[in-house]
């Protein structure tokens, strides 16, 4: 049986192009479903796994010599990026959890505001996602679903709106906590909060938001 008839992922993990260093391969849950776009099959590499599904037009990087039954090659022109069309396949086939590694910075800025536009795309449809780099985690905030984040070794958590103004904010377990507040597009309230509890928990009426978990600034 072939990656593409096996029953539904639950939990998979996209690597896009950006290069990832070997130590994200603590995101790598065992039994989750890989799949690697167009470049970022490099990154399989680098995390000394092999994909479940590759995906991409392969402008990036030249195509794998892989099977074919596990290799979905993209035309060049398209409307998806290779990482939305993988996100898309994911949530169509039941998948209910995606991470996403190799899809922050790099030399294209668009590519990464693209993703976040991914991960907002999943998280209306109700998957749980998280990007993550060396230095951050990101996930969507939805409404009605709080959301309850460890200190662990986070130092900053910042709350953007995404698409449209965020009603009803809750913050607690924070240096600047929030009750029944209005964030908005145009006026970045939400950067920078600190932790002062175990745990902060973020919740919101309407709208969502990008969540961001970042390190101590380095010298």
């Not at 979905?72 to 396949?89: C, E, Q, Y």
Request: hydrophobic share 45%; with cysteine.
């Amino acid at each position: 049986m072939t990656p593409l008839q096996q029953a539904a992922p639950v939990r998979a993990v996209v690597l896009s192009a950006v290069p990832v260093s070997a130590s994200m391969a603590a995101y790598l849950e065992p039994g989750a479903f890989i799949v690697a776009c167009d470049a970022g099959y490099r990154n399989a590499e680098t995390l000394g796994v092999v994909p479940d599904l590759i995906v991409g037009d392969f402008d990036s990087a030249p195509q794998p010599p892989v099977r074919h039954e596990r290799t979905i090659v993209l035309p060049h022109v398209k409307d998806d990026t290779d990482t939305h069309f993988a996100a898309r396949w994911l949530w169509q086939h039941g998948c209910r959890e995606v991470t996403f590694l190799g899809a922050l910075g790099g030399q294209r800025f668009e590519h990464t505001v693209a993703n976040l536009h991914t991960a907002l795309f999943l998280a209306k449809n109700g998957v749980q996602v998280l990007l993550a780099d060396e230095r951050s985690e990101l996930r969507i905030l939805c409404p009605g679903q709080p959301m309850t984040l460890e200190r662990k070794g986070w130092t900053y958590l910042s709350l953007f709106p995404l698409d449209g103004p965020l009603t009803g904010v809750e913050e607690q377990g924070v240096f600047y906590p929030l009750r029944d507040a209005v964030l908005t597009p145009d006026y970045p309230l939400g950067v920078s909060n600190e932790f002062t509890a175990p745990q902060a928990v973020l919740s919101c009426r309407a709208g969502h938001g990008l969540v961001v978990l970042s390190r101590a600034d380095t010298l």
